[in-house]
């Protein structure tokens, strides 16, 4: 047996949540729905402009890993925040979840800060994400432990960490140690914009590393063009496992290739915020706990419906109890 179920490695954030009208967003030109790139200055800027806030550790890997670990599982995390107020409370509230979270802070010295989200959400649920990537734009290879990468039964690489100029060889030297020792490997493509920016990089590693994709409709279509239907089916064809999510539609299962359809959950939409991010969780934890794809769908589906109705990024109830409440378990 593994040490770890799940090791996820990606940005470390502290969201800071706020609701904001279609205006607003508009006036402070902050794209809809979308993650934005943002310097210091800017998060300042929003910062000071937004109504009153609520701060809380994210970061989308985080985020997975945490849902993960609140059903029970093994989980470790990788990401870089520097020693000061935001990185006390990221490590506080990931370790408190149950996730080791040993990776060295930046020190107090350096010239950055920990990263932060600004997330503005409509009353639609919707959520534009301003980041500041500050101290995780800096996690290299030096960052990984292999020892830890090798005790793991998935490592769980998040897209939005491509944008590093060490990251690629971080999460080379990450894979290597897991597939080393028999472990798999799992990306979420995270963001359409964030495909833009590195599709050769993520291509190639989905077609020589990646046993299961995550990836929302928008960003499907933008790693492989055309269709839903026919992006999917060209993942399929490059990936062992693909879960892609389809919003309110639900979620499309393609296993070596069976396709299955799990519909979505019907939820009071609150805060989109994590959405995906907890499936990836739940959708892993099935996994590790020998569940079949279409199982870990719906329990997947379930994790995402219980966080948009409420204001942030981590479960606030029972997860297990709502999948044993479906039969799931």
Known sequence: MKRFHVVGIGNAMVDVLSHADDQFLAVNGVGK???QL???ERAVELYARIGPAREVSGGSAANTIAGVAALGGRTAYVGKVKDDQLGAIFAHDLRAQGAVFETPKAPKSAAFETGRCIVLVTPDGERSMNTYLGASETLGPE???VETMAATEWTYLEGYRFDGPDSHAAFAKAIAATKGAGGRVALTLSDPF???RHRA???AMILAEVDLLFANRAELVAMYGGSFEAAMQAAAAEVGMVAA???ENGVHVLVNGDHSHVPAVETRVV?????????AGAFLWGLNHGHAPEVCARMGNLAASEVIG???ARPEADLRRLFGAQGLL
């Not at 994590?274 to 499936?279: E, I, K, N, Q, T």
């Open 143 to 145: 960052d990984i432990d």
């Open 194 to 196: 964030c495909v833009e």
């Open 245 to 247: 999510t389809d919003s």
């Open 310 to 312: 409420h204001i942030g």
């Open 201 to 203: 990089a993520f291509r």
């Open 38 to 40: 943002v310097d210091a």
């Open 271 to 279: 805060d989109a915020t994590g959405a995906g991010d907890l499936f």
């Open 33 to 35: 729905g979308i993650m």
